[in-house]
């Protein structure tokens, strides 16, 4: 059974840290790209951060460099979204993706996602 859970969301003070972990089982993980999505209410979905499982390269959304990172640790098949200085609009669902390479392409897996709120 394919399954993307995300943990760590929760209420922070502005300029405060956050770290989500996305737990991956049922795919070959080491096939999969895995991306950070968040979703602000009344606002469409947006691209966080991603993180290719071999090799490690990394890209994030502008309004996040240099406040966020994202890592993989392949022996746990988790990926984890390291949020410092976080701001009132960084308030969202954030979302873990699974997308396929090579004979995988195609291959897409979503987690339910968990609510981080910035706020004093």
């Known amino acids: 059974q394919v399954q993307l859970v995300e943990s760590g969301g929760g209420l922070v003070q502005p300029g405060g840290s956050l770290r989500l972990s996305c737990a991956a089982s049922?795919?070959?993980?080491?096939?999969?790209?895995i991306k950070w999505y968040r979703q602000a209410p009344g606002k469409e979905r947006e691209l966080v951060a991603g993180i290719t499982t071999v090799g490690g390269a990394t890209n994030y959304v502008d309004s996040v460099k240099g406040r966020f990172t994202i890592s993989t640790d392949n022996a746990k098949n988790t990926v984890y979204l390291q949020m410092n200085s976080l701001k009132p609009e960084d308030t969202a669902v954030y979302s873990c993706?699974?997308?396929?390479?090579?004979?995988?392409?195609?291959?897409?897996?979503w987690g339910k996602g968990t609510l981080v709120t910035v706020s004093s």
């Open positions: 049922g795919f070959r993980f080491s096939n999969y790209d």
């Open positions: 993706n699974a997308e396929g390479r090579g004979i995988y392409y195609g291959s897409r897996y």
